[in-house]
């Protein structure tokens, strides 16, 4: 077989019956976990006072690992026809999502060493929590969420840009309504949306409220359509992940509105 397209099999996610390849799959699994543990564990003081060198060696091993692995992919990724192109087909392959993300996991690490303004160098640290998005790519319940969001985009966004409405909208009544009673809290519209995503979201945090008659009862509505309002895309996802398991049960031959299998 060619090395480079036992590479790419190596490389990629396990394809059934190939114990080196699923073998490989665990490894950066693993490699995964331990990095979120450690990133984690690294923001504790007395735990990075004592382990801080420990989780440094862990740190230069792991980039190491991902930088090889990252490297591997892009020379082997030819092997597969859509990226058959040595160089476009590098370049189409780099930036997909989840190249992407490759990318991100080692680049915090690389930063370090280009005169990054080192008051920025912890939170370009904790970057490395990025590596946990890399589970992605081994997990088909993932690849199952990915392919919901993208049928249900549509519906999403119409939900998304339904919920900026009411936020402005929101926003721009209680501005009206207690600017002047509280002219340093609902001081304009941008600030109000503060309270407006605070109740929006029933979260509540009590730290901005209305004080005039007219203004708790617009607050009043308001709260009750933002259950009904933040309610709708979880529906939205819940129909889609119905589908998506209803096809997949039944090969992609059932009707995507009853669930009925196809004839």
Not at 19 to 38: E, F, H, Q
Not at 67 to 84: G, K, Q, V
Not at 232 to 260: N, Q, R, W, Y
Request: with cysteine; aromatic share 10%; net charge positive.
């Amino acid at each position: 077989m060619d090395i480079r397209r036992r590479i790419w099999n190596l490389v990629e996610a396990a394809p059934g019956g190939d114990r080196w390849s699923r073998a490989v799959d665990i490894g950066i699994l693993a490699l995964i976990l331990l990095n979120v543990v450690a990133v984690i564990l690294d923001s504790v003081p007395s735990i990075k006072s004592r382990w801080g060198d420990a989780f440094d060696t862990f740190e230069l091993i792991s980039v190491i690992a991902f930088s090889i692995e990252y490297a591997l992919r892009l020379w082997s990724c030819t092997t597969n026809p859509m990226f058959a192109h040595p160089i476009t087909g590098r370049l189409r392959f780099a930036v997909r999502p989840m190249a992407l993300i490759d990318l991100a996991a080692i680049l915090p690490f690389y930063l370090t060493f280009v005169g990054f303004d080192l008051r920025s160098l912890r939170v370009v640290r904790l970057m490395r929590i990025v590596r946990i998005a890399k589970i992605g790519r081994y997990y088909s319940s993932l690849t199952l969420i990915r392919s919901v969001l993208r049928s249900k985009r549509e519906e999403l966004v119409l939900s998304t840009m339904l919920m900026v409405l009411l936020l402005i909208v929101s926003a721009t009544l209680l501005y009206s309504c207690e600017n002047e009673a509280q002219p340093d809290t609902f001081s304009s519209i941008p600030a109000t949306m503060w309270w407006a995503v605070a109740t929006l979201t029933t979260v509540g945090y009590g730290d901005v409220y209305p004080v005039t008659l007219l203004g708790k009862i617009f607050a009043s509505v308001i709260a009750m359509l933002g259950i009904g309002m933040f309610a709708l895309p979880t529906g939205i996802l819940g129909a889609g992940f119905v589908e998506a398991i209803e096809s997949h049960k039944h090969g992609d031959k059932c009707c995507p509105h009853c669930g009925e299998a196809l004839q």
